[in-house]
């Protein structure tokens, strides 16, 4: 009888808010959320984070795209709970003070963009393509960034600019996100 | 998404125990598949119990010489994983063929094997849908059907499993550890999914109260003759229309051995014995490999807007049996088909 009006009483509360502690881009934020708050709500809304993009929220377009422990990923797929502890790179973690990541200078130098809205996942993803090291031409830079879509169609200045970073100037390439 | 309550298990008793207590909770790993359908409402879990923290991230050795994959590896790791290379190639190539980086370095191995179908009905909760709401109908037999099955289907359902993965692991014949409030199991893999029948809200012969633990792999993989054959509406990061696992055994141009098996025609990986049957000690001919999928496709059946599945099938197993025979595997980075 003690063990039925519990567990009704349980049932009538909502599910509580639950902290988590994430290290993005090198700073400890602590978050008190809702578990079904997804990564990419939790930089946005609650972090000011706002480089990285919501475009589809299901996983299909990639403008959500950011690094966990140096491996890309799509955060609107992902919950915050679930990343407790973990580290986070965002687009807004890559340059060095006033140093743009190769990346982001290479995206400005081939005019790797139109409307910029996917250009920070396709930074991210591209970071995290460069730190997998599987890459060895330009057919595997397009099948392996797929799952960055570009609307305005600027694939062909976007694969140029990682073939420079990847294979022009190799030395830059193996600094770390 | 609907509020869920959401806890960490500590072990894998401790999953069992605590899915065992909530029947409507639901396990999470890599939750590409499952955090979409609570957006779209299709899944409504009342809890998310959080597996990624259990010791099921290993790739070991079996005793009988073939591999064992917990069910937390990462499906990019598993893809390059230096055993899978070297003696699974079809394994890692048909991972590969699937989905995006990005969602293959958060997919766990076991969580492959659970995604649902991607039926537009069965995602528009508009719409009548025997998988989502048993009993109310199926709005694909008589609608846009262009993506569905022609084998295998019923008059209740004619979804496809979406997985590349698992067109592989029935070709390897891996068997599914498991492990629930009955204690342990191991399901050969063409037990595993299932076909709708009059109940297509059952995607796998899973119990409630089960997890998986693990992947074993037998010894035989195939390496030296394969092909994973993808065919779809763009070259990548699309699901199939049709696509074949193939692994042959030579002796010149003999077959000793023969497998294979479709993707994206069924509610399961569709492997078809006496078909692969008619192969072993035939010449490996492509009038051989066209008389096997004559048997495969003997009983297919389009619904309209998939007619064209049943003859793109037939070629794409005469070409991926032609790659394996001839030791050229599918690229899946140039796509170039030849």
């Known amino acids: ?33 809702a578990p079904w708050t997804t990564l990419l709500d939790a930089l946005r809304l609650y972090l000011d984070l706002t480089g990285t993009k919501k475009g589809c929220d299901h996983g299909q377009c ?7 422990e140096g491996r890309r990923i799509n955060s609107c ?101 | 998404m609907n509020n869920f309550g959401f806890s960490r298990a500590n072990d894998v008793a401790d999953a069992v125990r605590q899915i065992a207590a909530d029947p409507g909770a639901k396990f999470i790993a890599g939750g ?20 990624t923290h259990l010791p099921l991230a290993k790739v070991e050795e079996t005793r009988d010489g073939g591999l064992r994959i917990g069910a937390l590896v990462p499906n990019s790791d598993l893809a390059h994983h ?19 980086q990005q969602l293959r370095n958060m997919a766990s191995t076991g969580g492959n094997l659970l995604q649902r179908t991607r039926c537009l009905y069965f995602y528009d909760t508009t719409t009548p849908c025997n ?34 993965m698992c067109v592989a692991l029935s070709v390897l014949e891996a068997r599914v550890l498991v492990s629930g409030s009955g204690g342990e199991r191991s399901i050969a893999f063409a037990d595993f999914h299932r076909l709708p029948g009059d109940a297509p809200h059952l995607d796998s012969n899973l119990r409630a109260d089960e997890i998986i633990t693990a992947i074993e792999l037998p010894p035989k993989g195939f390496a030296r003759n ?10 990548s990061y699309a699901f199939a229309l049709v696509s074949v696992a193939a692994g042959l055994e030579l002796d010149d141009d003999t077959i000793r051995d023969a497998r294979f098996a479709l993707g994206g025609v069924a509610h399961k990986p569709w492997r078809n014995t006496a078909a ?16 096997a999928a004559d048997t495969v496709l003997r009983d297919a059946r389009g619904f309209g807007h998939n007619d064209f599945k049943i003859e793109l099938a037939r070629r794409a197993i005469v070409r991926a049996l032609t790659q394996a025979a001839r030791g050229t595997p599918q690229s899946q980075a140039d796509k170039r088909i030849r």
């Open chain 2, 276 to 291: 692969e049957a008619q192969l072993r000690g035939a010449r490996a001919t492509s009038e051989s490999f066209a008389r």
């Open chain 2, 131 to 164: 998988k989502r709401e048993p009993g109310s109908g199926c709005s694909a037999i008589h609608g846009i059907n262009r993506m569905h099955a022609i084998l295998g289907t019923s008059e209740h359902c004619i979804a496809t499993h979406p997985s590349d």
């Open chain 1, 77 to 177: 797929l992902t919950l915050a709970v679930m990343k407790d502890g973990a580290q986070i790179t965002t687009v807004e973690g890559l340059a060095q003070g006033n140093t743009l990541h190769p990346l982001q200078q290479a995206f400005i130098d081939h005019d790797a963009f139109q409307c910029g809205y996917c250009t920070p996942g396709q930074i991210c993803s591209a970071v995290g393509l460069i730190a997998e090291g599987r890459a060895r031409t330009a057919d595997d830079i397009r099948e392996l960034m797929s799952g960055n879509i570009c609307r305005c169609g600027a694939y062909t200045n976007i694969v140029a600019a990682i073939e420079e970073v990847m294979f022009g100037k190799a030395g830059q390439s193996e600094r770390a996100p």
């Open chain 2, 226 to 235: 394969y092909t994973y054959l993808k065919i779809r509406d763009r070259l």
């Open chain 1, 62 to 68: 990639g403008a959500c795209t950011v690094l966990v």
């Open chain 2, 32 to 51: 590409t598949n499952l955090i979409d359908l609570i957006k779209e409402h299709v899944a409504r879990p009342s809890r998310l119990i959080d597996i």
């Open chain 1, 1 to 33: 009888m003690a063990d039925s009006s519990a567990a009704a009483t349980a049932l009538l509360q909502p599910p509580g808010k639950m902290t988590v502690t994430l290290h993005v881009n090198g700073v400890e934020r602590r978050l008190t959320i």
């Open chain 2, 82 to 100: 230096p055993q899978i290379e070297a003696r699974y190639p079809l394994l890692g190539s048909a991972i590969l063929a699937g989905a995006s």
